[in-house]
């Protein structure tokens, strides 16, 4: 039986489930994960526990579709889990000063929360994958992919993680509406990206094109020279966390 108290309804009718420390710092840590990824993992741990001993707000939910929030992946897009970042956050970290943290799917729902939101003093990409839809997903398919897709049926595209992403029309579509790469934002806090030199799944690049999206005079990329995708090792969180609390503590 689920409880009650970690689940939040969106006004898409969603029951997200999150996990939310409460402390009496100004500051809060939104952490955003990645595609077919949940709450449970190392990095949300790691940030949690580091909230925790630094006594700062922290706020983690599974998207829609994801993890024991309700809703179906194939049936969910960037367009749902934008709204649910927003309602969420405006609820939980409610007059507080925001760090928002994307893991790769997460930093493209990050970024377009900077639009949204007023009180953001931090952005930490890991791995950011924005934009990833269009130029990952829907411009590498074979034509007989698209079909599939736009016929309104779920395409099974391999993954490294799972055994494969089922991938629907309301991915695509609700990706295609939340485009960023084109669009340009000044943003008057500190901008991290941490990307692995070893990430088989999101090229660098996207690290560097975010950069210039979102606009800084304090702005870093931060490369990790043994890193993968996922950025879970013990040298790549403590090294998060250690710029985490920079930020929080300027």
Avoid at 6 to 21: A, V
Avoid at 95 to 121: H, M, Y
Avoid at 153 to 168: A, E, Q, R, V
């Amino acid at each position: 039986m689920k409880n009650k108290k970690n689940y939040f309804l969106t006004s898409n009718k969603q029951s997200i489930h999150f996990t939310f420390f409460k402390a009496k710092s100004k500051i809060g840590v939104l952490f955003l994960h990645g595609l077919m990824s949940d709450i449970s993992g190392k990095k949300v741990k790691f940030i949690k526990l580091l909230c925790k001993k630094n006594k700062l707000n922290f706020l983690a939910f599974d998207f829609s579709g994801h993890g024991k929030s309700s809703g179906i992946f194939e049936k969910q897009g960037i367009h749902d889990w934008i709204l649910e970042a927003k309602e969420i956050t405006n609820s939980k970290l409610k007059n507080k000063k925001i760090i928002i943290i994307g893991s790769s799917c997460g930093g493209w729902i990050g970024a377009k929360l900077i639009w949204k939101l007023k009180n953001i003093i931090g952005f930490i990409g890991i791995s950011a994958a924005p934009d990833f839809t269009k130029y990952l997903m829907w411009n590498t398919f074979s034509k007989k992919a698209k079909q599939i897709i736009s016929s309104g049926k779920i395409y099974k595209l391999k993954s490294d993680y799972d055994s494969y992403y089922p991938i629907g029309k309301s991915l695509i579509e609700g990706g295609k509406k939340n485009l960023i790469l084109h669009l340009k934002k000044n943003c008057n806090f500190p901008l991290r990206f941490f990307h692995g030199l070893k990430d088989n799944v999101v090229p660098i690049e996207y690290s560097y094109k975010l950069s210039k999206t979102l606009y800084s005079k304090d702005s870093l990329i931060l490369l990790q020279e043994k890193g993968d995708h996922s950025l879970s090792s013990s040298d790549d969180l403590k090294r998060i966390g250690k710029v985490l609390l920079r930020i929080a503590k300027s």
